[in-house]
């Protein structure tokens, strides 16, 4: 028994990586999702100043979906590691843009990841640590 509680603490950065490199897709289908069928534009009336709400949603309803994912497949806690995963990632993607302003999106995919993995490493349920 064990064993199987420690494999899984292996496992759950991994899961968590895994959902975090699809949060950037899922978000960028949410906010095309926005713009082709309105919702978008219920948010704001046009404009440069409309994209960061936008934006902002998609990655909102983009983290919601990873907490759902996260939960389902038995990362716990799986709504602070999506929370901080989602806020770490949006700090680093802040930062990779700053530095290079023309990063590869495979740069803030791999960036989001790490967040997730790192945010499910330091924020294990101490309920289902191993004992040794």
Do not use: D, N
Not at 31 to 48: D, K, N, V
Not at 58 to 64: E, K, N, Q
């Amino acid at each position: 028994m064990g064993v199987e509680l420690h494999k899984t603490a292996r496992q759950r950065p991994l899961i968590a990586g895994v959902v975090g490199a699809a949060l950037i897709p899922v978000a960028a289908l949410v906010g095309r999702f926005m713009s082709a069928t309105g919702i978008g534009a219920a948010i704001c009336s046009g404009g440069l100043e409309c994209i960061l709400p936008v934006v902002l949603t998609a990655y909102a309803a983009g983290a919601l979906l990873a907490w759902g994912a996260l939960a389902l497949l038995g990362v716990r806690p799986a709504w602070p590691v999506a929370l901080a995963g989602s806020a770490g990632s949006a700090v680093v993607a802040l930062v990779i843009m700053r530095l290079a302003s023309q990063a590869h999106p495979a740069v803030f995919v791999a960036a989001t990841a790490a967040c997730f993995a790192l945010a499910a490493q330091v924020l294990r349920s101490p309920g289902r640590q191993p004992q040794e």
